[in-house]
């Protein structure tokens, strides 16, 4: 089992930033993992924001996020980071951090360069981020 542990959310005002962080620990078949972000609004469906694979470092993005949000990762420390600039009250949501190791297929997930096709099956507990006006 992977645990991962979500912060950094908080309230923010529009065209502010913030940092969430999203740190791994047990089972992390030797950080052979695809870590994402994931946000739901009130009334809404969850979705994909952002991931990033950690074989090869590759990432995804949601389009609607137009470049305003930024992946990284610390190998020592099995984390992952999601910078967050030029909020907007549409970003408020609850955010999750996920990790996946294999598809829906059960094949190792770095076969597959779609994330959208991976077994997200652990999850963080979320962070609230709120933006005002």
């Known amino acids: 089992q992977v645990q991962l542990v979500e912060s950094g959310g908080g309230l923010v005002q529009a065209g502010g930033s913030l940092k969430l962080t999203c740190a791994a620990s047990?089972?992390?078949?030797?950080?052979?993992?695809?870590m994402g972000w994931f946000r739901q609004a009130p009334g809404q469906e969850r979705v994909m924001v952002a991931t990033i694979r950690w074989n090869d470092g590759s990432t995804f993005y949601a389009d609607s996020l137009e470049g305003r949000f930024t992946l990284s990762r610390d190998d020592a420390e099995n984390t992952v980071y999601l910078q967050m600039n030029s909020l907007k009250p549409e970003d408020t949501a609850v955010y999750h951090c996920?990790?996946?190791?294999?598809?829906?297929?059960?094949?190792?997930?770095?076969?597959?360069?779609?994330?959208?096709?991976?077994?997200?099956?652990?999850w963080g507990q979320g962070t609230q981020v709120t933006v005002s006006l």
């Open positions: 996920a990790a996946a190791h294999r598809t829906f297929f059960k094949r190792p997930y770095y076969l597959t360069p779609s994330p959208f096709s991976y077994e997200w099956d652990a």
């Open positions: 047990g089972r992390t078949f030797g950080r052979d993992l695809a």
